[in-house]
């Protein structure tokens, strides 16, 4: 499904509303209740099948040219089915390819704009060396091919940052400079993990500050948060993911600020950057508060300027998919120059605590009001999603001489359609003018690599695909 949208009613509904640009100039829905994994096994939950497409909005990277990569979470866990696992179940996290067909109309003065997504091919994430499983094994293990699953149980003894761990509930998502591997983010570890963007097979495991980790995992959110002092929220983990336009530099964001910082409801929300040769990090602090609403928010994403300017997402979990009228939906502009590094602060051993942390917290600037710009195109708050979640840049369009850059906004609608809505793509037009005064617009340079669904990689699925056929009546408990 595609949605038109005619610059001329939106400048109308803009100047009515006040809100400047970026503007919204498309809306498309990625239909289909199936992705293109192959696989045929049931879930535990004996309700959603393996191979069911949801959730695309948790994480967005731009792949190149109308080429993104869409990141779904952990999994299907609405059906209750075992209250001992948060009813989670062993569905392998996975991206799926898709391009984002936009295209221009123009009559006269007035340009209009039609987004069509399309699926193209789905990648399973897999260790190539055995993996911890609780009590289930997802049923299309090979050797070589360990899959990785949103099971909550899937841990061994210690803490949570163990690599040999296989539960992960992916959430941030961005390509490397090469186009040949992905980045990876997650809640569970929290984890950053880097994989081949045609196999799905990890390639490399960062460590992250030992002081994000909780020591004492559990497969159940609440016992996690009760039996650890310090370390990410259950669930709240590192929620959004960046990559600067060099390659050089991932940014990680925690969803929530850590248990020892304030928990869940604090306002000391902790970034980490990564340099991916040296896999050195820098800690810095950014404030959930919000002056107008009194309230603190969680961030869903993180999304590269340049080098050192960041747009940053906010959100509350109004809007449908939970039965109520959207609040916030924001996203800011940041800037990590000049910054205070935490994690060097304390002879080396970094502070916490939100009172220590405040201080040094950046500043931050309104880029874009998501709410705002919605009701503008006649999108009514209680049909905005709950959960906006992926951002990424695009390629740039003309309209005559003027250059815009583009924005696109994703929704994750946990795999439930019917409460939730679809799988939504906004698509936002901006000009340099809009990010105010900054170092620049830079988009990242991504080199062209045959996507997955080349005829090899499809021999292998189709291999795959025969072995799940042979074990889908393998019980999995």
Known sequence: MLHQFSLAALLLAVSVSGQAAPLLIATGTLGGTTDKSGLGSLLENGVDANNVLGGTGSGLAWAGGNTFLALADRGPNAAAWNATLDNTTSYIPRFQTMTLGLSQSVSGNNYSYALTPTLNATTLLYSA???????????DNAAGRYYFSGRSDNFAAGGSANPLNARLDPEGIRVANDGKS?????EYGPYVYQFNRATGERMATFALPPAIAVVTPAATGAAEIGGNTSGRVANKGMEGLAITPD????????????????????????IVTIDIATGKTRQFVYDNYLADTRKTYNSSEILAINDHEFLVLERDGKGKGDGSKAVVKRIYKIDLSGATEVGALNNGNGISGESALLPYA?????????????????VADANIPAKLEGMAFGEDILEGATRYHTLYVANDNDFLPGTAGDNLFYVFKFTDGDLGKT????????SAVPEPGSLALMAGAFGLLGLSRQRKQASVS
Do not use: C, E, H, W
């Open 362 to 378: 950046v500043n931050k600037t309104l880029f874009l009001d998501l709410k705002v710009a919605l009701n503008a195109a006649g």
């Open 182 to 186: 992905v980045f990876i983010s997650d």
């Open 129 to 139: 060396s055995p993996l911890n499983y609780g009590a289930a094994t997802p049923v």
């Open 439 to 446: 170092g620049g617009f830079v988009n990242q340079q991504i």
């Open 247 to 270: 390659g050089k530099t991932l940014i990680g964001f925690m969803q929530s600020p850590l248990i020892q910082d304030g928990g869940d409801g604090g306002r000391a929300n902790r």
